[in-house]
């Protein structure tokens, strides 16, 4: 099939951006939607012009790396599918695709479709972890966990880190990811005890690396970022219930929450 490419080209974060249009011909319907990049790319080099510059890693819908709107869409729209398994059999021969980076203000971007995603870094380490005293390794079944908890904490735990549903937002928000994150350790006993203060220290991360607010919405109806469990956000408000007895959390977490909100 031929196609014909808009591509968003950008030298660097301070740096004029914009549409190129580009002829992607002779592609095979069981090609990847980078493979089918990495021929345009090809051709570009041939022709003695500058390659389109995206992120990629495992090619395996695993590592979250790629990471590009496709017609309006992160990762193009197909339920659970990234862009490195788009595969081009779901276009048609003579279709327009435009091709753009993440649009967010808290990921600046880098070079063309490469953005910087060191928000979503910032967030976890302000919490993303559980503190214990290192020493030999704890004996598979010592911390017993009920099936229904672990499962929940494994849904949670689904989440690649790829940033789509910052893209997808209206406002920008980290949310999604952010309650993913913290419904994944909460859930289970090990990350019980620092719960409360996760959630205000993630929070306060995700404010501070220039997320915005949740809206509830995505910026197309097509957008899945729900799992088949339920929206995480939903998730992140029942774990936050029992957070909320009065002396659970900090005083001075409660006036910065009060104060931010």
Not at 9 to 27: C, D, F, S, T, W
Not at 111 to 131: C, F, H, P, W
Request: glycine residues 10%; aromatic residues 4%; proline residues 5%.
């Amino acid at each position: 099939m031929n196609l014909t490419l808009h591509v968003w080209r950008q030298k660097g974060p301070k740096e004029p951006g914009k549409l190129e249009q580009y002829e992607a011909k002779n592609v095979s319907p069981d090609q990847s939607f980078l493979e089918m990049l990495d021929e345009v790319n090809e051709q570009l080099i041939k022709n003695g012009k500058e390659p389109v510059v995206f992120d990629h890693d495992c090619r395996e819908g695993i590592c979250g790396m790629c990471s590009q709107v496709i017609n309006g869409i992160p990762h193009g729209g197909q339920e659970r599918t990234t862009v490195c398994q788009l595969h081009m059999r779901s276009f048609n021969d003579g279709d327009t695709i435009y091709i753009e980076p993440w649009r967010a203000l808290a990921f600046p971007i880098i070079r063309d479709l490469i953005v910087d995603r060191n928000g979503l870094e910032k967030i976890m380490q302000a919490g993303g972890y559980t503190s214990c005293h290192t020493g030999g390794v704890a004996d598979g079944n010592a911390i017993l966990v009920p099936q229904k908890d672990a499962e929940y904490a494994m849904d949670a735990a689904e989440c690649i880190g790829c940033g789509a549903c910052v893209a997808a937002c209206p406002n920008g928000s980290a949310m999604l990811y952010t309650s993913a994150k913290v419904a994944q350790l909460a859930a289970l006993p090990q990350g019980k005890a620092e719960a409360a203060e996760r959630v205000c220290n993630m929070t306060e991360a995700m404010q501070e690396a220039g997320f915005g607010n949740c809206s509830n919405q995505s910026r197309s109806g097509r957008a899945r970022l729900q799992h088949d469990r339920g929206d995480a956000g939903s998730g992140f408000r029942q774990l936050l219930e029992p957070l909320r007895v009065p002396g659970r959390v900090p005083q001075r977490d409660q006036r910065q929450v009060h104060r931010k909100a």
